[in-house]
């Protein structure tokens, strides 16, 4: 059940902002093998000058194009990550026309007790998932 937290420069439109996330949901579903169902997901968008995001001295050119996105999953194999970075970088650059200069991603890892879906339980704690 990962959440997929987007943030980006305004200016995107609805059709384009909904492309990203299409997009970034179908290779999260291929690489971390989870039901297609399992679709939380959030965009935060920042004026010019909110978001810094330099290059790490690694040579990247960043536009205002540039995503940063915040995976919160339970734990994935370190085959599992790097197949879902390199699939979200190809089909975001086919789909969106996105740079693979312009994606940072960022996974951060939680356990079991970290998720609730409503009603005040941990459902993967009560075995309800």
Not at 25 to 31: D, E, F, P, S
Not at 46 to 62: V, W
Not at 92 to 108: E, F, G, K, N
């Amino acid at each position: 059940m990962p959440l997929l937290k987007f943030d980006v420069i305004h200016g995107r439109t609805d059709e384009q902002l909904r492309t990203l996330l299409d997009v970034a949901h179908q290779a999260m579903v291929q690489a971390f093998d989870v039901p297609f169902s399992d679709r939380y997901q959030s965009v935060t968008q920042h004026r010019p000058g909110e978001l810094i995001l330099h290059d790490t001295g690694l040579g990247y050119t960043r536009t205002a194009q540039v995503v940063l996105l915040t995976v919160v999953s339970r734990p994935r194999s370190e085959d599992q990550k790097t197949a879902f970075y390199r699939l979200l970088a190809e089909r975001l650059q086919a789909a969106c026309d996105l740079s693979p200069d312009d994606l940072i991603v960022s996974l951060v890892q939680n356990s079991d007790a970290d998720w609730s879906f409503g009603g005040g339980r941990a459902q993967f704690l009560t075995g309800e998932l």
